[in-house]
């Protein structure tokens, strides 16, 4: 695919020319000197990266020679990259890591763009020194010829380009351990592959492979094989071999059977054959605990031969889906991501309430030849009276409702079931019943299934074509409507909302029923009280229509007639003494939309610096704080504010405390929050404070404010001056206080010997870092699939189950303490974040690892902006190397 970027110069043809233009360019103005740190050299993320190092090169400065890591973008022009990398074998003589990655540029829809990389220069294969190149995201067609001449080569990734095959050369690479090939067109593999008897981990995921060599036997030293998401259909007898393997993933494959002696292997701890064709398992693989079998038709009959076979599958994240038989012609590969719910994501009408996070599935857009079973979790709403539970789905650039019924596993437990044509984004959400009908020319009555009083008449000839009318009614309590008027005969009908699909103009008028609000009849009322209201977005107000429309009242009704519905339109029955009604309308509906909730900030006993924020519901306060004081303590909660549902806000820590962590929610110290009422709005979060803790305890504060957190954080005293203001956005401030340090004591050393806490930083500065924060969020995020994740990152079975045995009944205890210890002991232990991250995915949690790697690329970002303040120059590097604010910056691998 060619690809044309503007605002590039015209590309040298020659290396001696490129190298001429990057120095004229260099030395035409400022800003352009590249990063050079110690012994890296990242010009991925850079424009003119090729021009930067051609001028290094024709330069020479001392700080070349001693490069080990070098970094460039897949983007570059292919000419100018080929003439850039001509140069590398002579100029970086001790080069280690060479990352050539596209994927850096994303198209209109946010997917990852291929670089245009499709071959190497010959003269790579002279680096030897060379033990990790990473070629992802990019063109290649065949491999590289130089690639398999790079003796010292120990990492290999190639994923996410177009190889149809590998090489018999590949097998010659005597010192490789890691080959990554995910997402590419492979169909075989070669013979000589099992030569590598050095391998150790082996990702062939995503591929068209539908047989496997018998030599894949020889991989003597493996470990991990992952071949999910391919056509495999049989597997060689040979597997068996592999005595040195510990993890072997093979869901989402054609496997009708697999060889015996699997359960054998000494040192496997996951098998996972999920959403295979398995139907005779050996039993000592159905009774092993780290077998994963999910998906496949054990014990069933053989399908019939012309229509596709149907299975069940359970994904990682609790989600179930039931693909009938027929539903696709050929097999489908499922991704699946959960998202953190924001009113980006979160379509929600005024008197609507979420119930669970987003899910997305892939592949999008794919239509079913029968619909798909989807089951979707969600703790129940409190309040169920004229309410119902939903599944709303993005289809044709369009949200709506899917016909939902729900199904109850355990008091608080149910599950949301309908039935999906393709697949989309998906949540659940409660809202005011929905009464439908189809209006045919004909005429109908559409009736409140909740007020019967509430009725809508389509007389005949109302509309020429038939189409769809809703109908939702929402009540007000009386107890809310006196507080408000003030008057105690003050009263108001159920609130109407009427939409429809089609034209919203009637040929004929259509009449509207309301029930006259309680306490009121047709013989004894007052006209003049009694008021109408009519309201339609965009508009912001309530408008009084009563001298527009004729009034017909019975004793219990009140009826008028309409000509069109359009926005949709909403009608609201008053009576009162008052004159100004429609604003008093405004601030009833917005009443009925608010949610009285409580703020809270806790700090855990054993580590003051670990401060828990949440925003519950007022109801929910004193259970929640019995449950959390036995591990926090702090001050009594905040007073009742209101808020609306999908309300964005945020925390604010003030007077010396500040956050003590990189992460994606947080700008400046201040941590965003949204509001849903049904969700657990609670973040945990690390703190610090630049002030003296040994002469005295640091006594801060944390205050909440409405609205994101704005681009020009204010001062405390401006913050301080609009608390006070009529309109304030503050809702809440609540103290923090980080106890004295004795001695030689340090942030994160008080925890209870049942806890250690891990280093500070977890990783190094070639993987990037992770605080205490980063973990603790990761550790509220696996739930359940924490084992999983211990598996993946080499903890023993044993261990799992004596975690599971001191922490019993704490299964945030249980995570935090797998996590925590496993962290202290890979201090100084070179790709612990990579670790963690593989981890993740391997365990099916693609969304946090996501988390991690936007945590990674904040600390880049930081780490470059620090970069261009300080405007670093290679001269300026001490002997030392590159500073501390180094440690922010991720892997690239």
Same mark, same amino acid.
């Given at each position: 695919?060619?690809?044309?970027?503007?605002?590039?110069?015209?590309?040298?043809?020659?290396?001696?020319?490129?190298?001429?233009?990057?120095?004229?360019?260099?030395?035409?103005?400022?800003?352009?000197?590249?990063?050079?740190?110690?012994?890296?050299?990242?010009?991925?993320?850079?424009?003119?990266?090729?021009?930067?190092?051609?001028?290094?090169?024709?330069?020479?400065?001392?700080?070349?020679?001693?490069?080990?890591?070098?970094?460039?973008?897949?983007?570059?022009?292919?000419?100018?990259?080929?003439?850039?990398?001509?140069?590398?074998?002579?100029?970086?003589?001790?080069?280690?890591?060479?990352?050539?990655?596209?994927?850096?540029?994303?198209?209109?829809?946010?997917?990852?763009?291929?670089?245009?990389?499709?071959?190497?220069?010959?003269?790579?294969?002279?680096?030897?020194?060379?033990?990790?190149?990473?070629?992802?995201?990019?063109?290649?067609?065949?491999?590289?010829?130089?690639?398999?001449?790079?003796?010292?080569?120990?990492?290999?990734?190639?994923?996410?380009?177009?190889?149809?095959?590998?090489?018999?050369?590949?097998?010659?690479?005597?010192?490789?351990?890691?080959?990554?090939?995910?997402?590419?067109?492979?169909?075989?593999?070669?013979?000589?592959?099992?030569?590598?008897?050095?391998?150790?981990?082996?990702?062939?995921?995503?591929?068209?492979?539908?047989?496997?060599?018998?030599?894949?036997?020889? /991989?003597?030293?493996?470990?991990?094989?992952?071949?999910?998401?391919?056509?495999?259909?049989?597997?060689?007898?040979?597997?068996?071999?592999?005595?040195?393997?510990?993890?072997?993933?093979?869901?989402?494959?054609?496997?009708?059977?697999?060889?015996?002696?699997?359960?054998?292997?000494?040192?496997?701890?996951?098998?996972?054959?999920?959403?295979? !064709?398995?139907?005779?398992?050996?039993?000592?693989?159905?009774?092993?605990?780290?077998?994963?079998?999910?998906?496949?038709?054990?014990?069933?009959?053989?399908?019939?031969?012309?229509?596709?076979?149907?299975?069940?599958?359970?994904?990682?994240?609790?989600?179930?889906?039931?693909?009938?038989?027929?539903?696709?012609?050929?097999?489908?590969?499922?991704?699946?991501?959960? #998202?953190?719910?924001?009113?980006?994501?979160?379509?929600?009408?005024?008197?609507? &309430?979420?119930?669970?996070?987003?899910?997305?599935?892939? *592949?999008?857009? $794919?239509?079913?030849?029968?619909?798909?079973?989807?089951?979707?979790?969600?703790?129940?709403?409190?309040?169920?009276?004229?309410?119902?539970?939903?599944?709303?789905?993005?289809?044709?650039?369009?949200?709506?409702?899917?016909?939902?019924?729900?199904?109850?596993?355990?008091?608080?437990?149910?599950?949301?079931?309908?039935?999906?044509?393709?697949?989309?984004?998906?949540?659940?959400?409660?809202?005011? $019943?929905?009464?439908?009908?189809?209006?045919?020319?004909?005429?109908?009555?559409?009736?409140?299934?909740?007020?019967?009083?509430?009725? +809508?008449?389509?007389?005949?000839?109302?509309?020429?074509?038939?189409?769809? $009318?809703?109908?939702?009614?929402?009540?007000?309590?009386?107890?809310?409507?006196?507080?408000?008027?003030?008057?105690?005969?003050?009263?108001?009908?159920?609130?109407?909302?009427?939409?429809?699909?089609?034209?919203?103009?009637?040929?004929?008028?259509?009449?509207?029923?309301?029930?006259?609000?309680?306490? +009121?009849?047709?013989? &004894?009322?007052?006209?003049?009280?009694?008021?109408?209201?009519?309201?339609?977005?965009?508009?912001?107000? #309530?408008?009084?229509?009563?001298?527009?429309?004729?009034?017909?009242?019975?004793?219990?009704?009140?009826?008028?007639?309409?000509?069109?519905?359009?926005?949709?339109?909403?009608?609201?029955?008053?009576?009162?003494?008052?004159?100004? $009604?429609?604003?008093?309308?405004?601030?009833?509906?917005?009443?009925?939309?608010?949610?009285?909730?409580?703020?809270?900030?806790?700090?855990?006993?054993?580590?003051?610096?670990?401060?828990?924020?949440?925003?519950? *519901?007022?109801? %929910?306060?004193?259970?929640? /704080?019995?449950?959390?004081?036995?591990?926090?303590?702090?001050?009594?909660?905040?007073?009742?504010?209101?808020?609306?549902?999908?309300?964005?806000?945020?925390?604010?820590?003030?007077?010396?405390?500040?956050?003590?962590?990189?992460?994606?929610?947080?700008?400046?110290?201040?941590?965003?929050?949204?509001?849903?009422?049904?969700?657990?709005?609670?973040?945990?979060?690390?703190?610090?404070?630049?002030?003296?803790?040994?002469?005295?305890?640091?006594?801060?504060?944390?205050?909440?404010?409405?609205?994101?957190?704005?681009?020009?954080?204010?001062?405390?005293?401006?913050?301080?001056?609009?608390?006070?203001?009529?309109?304030?956005?503050?809702?809440?401030?609540?103290?923090? %206080?980080?106890?004295?340090?004795?001695?030689?004591?340090?942030?994160?050393?008080?925890?209870?010997?049942?806890?250690?806490?891990?280093?500070?930083?977890?990783?190094?500065?070639?993987?990037?870092?992770?605080?205490?924060?980063?973990?603790?969020?990761?550790?509220?995020?696996?739930?359940?699939?924490?084992?999983?994740?211990?598996?993946?990152?080499?903890?023993?079975?044993?261990?799992? !189950?004596?975690?599971?045995?001191?922490?019993?009944?704490?299964?945030?205890?249980?995570?935090?303490?797998?996590?925590?210890?496993?962290?202290?002991?890979?201090?100084?232990?070179?790709?612990?974040?990579?670790?963690?991250?593989?981890?993740?995915?391997?365990?099916?949690?693609?969304? +946090?690892?996501?988390?991690?790697?936007?945590?990674?690329?904040?600390?880049?970002? %930081?780490?470059?902006?620090?970069?261009?303040?300080?405007? /670093?120059?290679?001269?300026?590097?001490?002997?030392?190397?590159?500073?501390?604010? !180094?440690?922010?910056?991720?892997?690239?691998?």
């Amino acid at each position: 695919m060619d690809a044309v970027v503007e605002g590039l110069e015209p590309q040298a043809a020659t290396a001696e020319d490129a190298a001429r233009d990057a120095t004229d360019a260099v030395d035409a103005g400022p800003g352009v000197t590249p990063l050079l740190a110690g012994n890296r050299l990242s010009l991925d993320l850079y424009p003119r990266g090729c021009h930067r190092l051609l001028h290094l090169c024709a330069q020479q400065p001392h700080q070349l020679l001693e490069v080990e890591f070098l970094q460039l973008s897949g983007h570059e022009d292919p000419q100018l990259l080929e003439a850039t990398l001509a140069q590398v074998p002579g100029s970086l003589l001790r080069l280690r890591s060479l990352v050539l990655k596209g994927g850096q540029r994303r198209d209109a829809g946010g997917a990852s763009l291929r670089g245009s990389l499709t071959t190497l220069p010959a003269g790579l294969s002279g680096l030897a020194c060379l033990a990790h190149l990473d070629l992802s995201f990019n063109n290649l067609e065949t491999l590289p010829a130089c690639v398999p001449q790079m003796r010292s080569l120990g990492a290999l990734l190639l994923s996410h380009n177009r190889l149809s095959e590998l090489p018999e050369a590949l097998g010659a690479l005597p010192a490789l351990t890691f080959l990554s090939v995910t997402h590419n067109r492979l169909q075989t593999l070669p013979t000589a592959l099992g030569a590598l008897t050095t391998l150790q981990r082996l990702d062939l995921s995503e591929n068209l492979l539908d047989t496997l060599p018998p030599e894949i036997g020889g /991989l003597s030293s493996l470990a991990e094989l992952n071949l999910a998401s391919n056509r495999l259909q049989s597997l060689p007898a040979s597997l068996a071999g592999l005595r040195s393997l510990q993890l072997l993933v093979l869901h989402s494959n054609l496997l009708v059977s697999v060889p015996a002696g699997l359960d054998r292997l000494p040192l496997l701890t996951r098998l996972d054959l999920r959403d295979n !064709q398995l139907r005779d398992v050996p039993p000592e693989l159905l009774d092993a605990p780290f077998v994963r079998l999910q998906g496949n038709p054990l014990g069933e009959a053989p399908p019939d031969p012309c229509s596709p076979p149907g299975c069940s599958v359970t994904l990682a994240c609790g989600v179930r889906l039931q693909f009938p038989a027929g539903a696709t012609a050929t097999p489908v590969t499922i991704h699946y991501r959960l #998202w953190l719910p924001e009113p980006r994501l979160v379509p929600l009408g005024p008197h609507d &309430s979420l119930l669970s996070g987003v899910l997305e599935l892939q *592949p999008h857009g $794919v239509a079913f030849q029968q619909e798909v079973g989807l089951w979707l979790l969600f703790v129940p709403p409190r309040a169920r009276r004229c309410r119902e539970v939903v599944v709303r789905t993005l289809s044709d650039d369009s949200w709506s409702d899917l016909e939902t019924q729900l199904e109850e596993e355990a008091p608080k437990r149910l599950w949301a079931h309908c039935q999906v044509p393709h697949f989309s984004w998906f949540l659940v959400v409660s809202r005011p $019943v929905s009464d439908t009908c189809l209006v045919p020319p004909e005429g109908t009555l559409l009736c409140s299934s909740g007020h019967p009083g509430v009725k +809508v008449t389509f007389p005949p000839g109302a509309t020429e074509e038939p189409l769809h $009318v809703c109908m939702q009614v929402v009540r007000m309590a009386s107890r809310e409507l006196r507080a408000l008027l003030g008057e105690p005969e003050g009263a108001v009908s159920p609130l109407l909302g009427l939409s429809q699909s089609g034209d919203p103009s009637f040929l004929r008028p259509v009449t509207v029923q309301l029930p006259l609000p309680p306490g +009121v009849t047709g013989l &004894s009322l007052d006209r003049s009280r009694l008021h109408l209201l009519y309201w339609a977005p965009p508009a912001a107000t #309530w408008d009084d229509i009563t001298a527009q429309v004729a009034l017909e009242l019975t004793h219990l009704y009140a009826r008028f007639q309409v000509t069109h519905f359009s926005c949709p339109p909403r009608y609201w029955l008053w009576y009162t003494t008052k004159t100004c $009604v429609g604003g008093l309308a405004r601030k009833a509906w917005e009443r009925l939309r608010l949610h009285r909730v409580n703020l809270i900030a806790l700090q855990r006993r054993r580590d003051p610096e670990q401060v828990l924020l949440q925003c519950l *519901p007022r109801n %929910k306060v004193d259970a929640t /704080l019995r449950r959390l004081l036995e591990r926090y303590r702090g001050p009594e909660a905040s007073d009742t504010v209101e808020m609306f549902e999908g309300e964005k806000f945020f925390a604010a820590f003030e007077r010396g405390i500040d956050v003590d962590a990189d992460r994606p929610d947080c700008v400046e110290g201040r941590v965003c929050f949204v509001f849903y009422s049904h969700l657990k709005n609670v973040k945990e979060v690390y703190v610090t404070t630049t002030l003296d803790r040994q002469a005295q305890a640091v006594r801060g504060q944390v205050s909440f404010y409405r609205g994101a957190v704005p681009e020009e954080v204010p001062e405390e005293a401006e913050a301080a001056r609009q608390r006070k203001g009529a309109d304030a956005l503050w809702m809440a401030t609540l103290p923090i %206080k980080l106890p004295r340090l004795r001695g030689s004591e340090g942030p994160g050393q008080r925890l209870g010997a049942s806890l250690s806490l891990a280093p500070l930083n977890l990783g190094d500065a070639e993987t990037g870092f992770l605080t205490q924060s980063n973990l603790l969020s990761v550790a509220g995020r696996l739930g359940p699939d924490w084992p999983a994740v211990a598996l993946h990152l080499g903890l023993p079975y044993r261990e799992l !189950q004596r975690i599971r045995h001191e922490f019993r009944d704490d299964l945030d205890g249980q995570i935090r303490h797998m996590l925590f210890s496993w962290a202290e002991r890979q201090a100084g232990q070179p790709g612990a974040v990579g670790l963690l991250v593989q981890a993740l995915e391997r365990s099916d949690r693609q969304d +946090v690892a996501e988390e991690v790697r936007a945590v990674l690329e904040l600390g880049r970002r %930081k780490y470059q902006d620090g970069i261009r303040r300080t405007s /670093l120059a290679p001269g300026d590097l001490g002997p030392s190397g590159p500073s501390a604010s !180094q440690s922010l910056e991720p892997a690239q691998a």
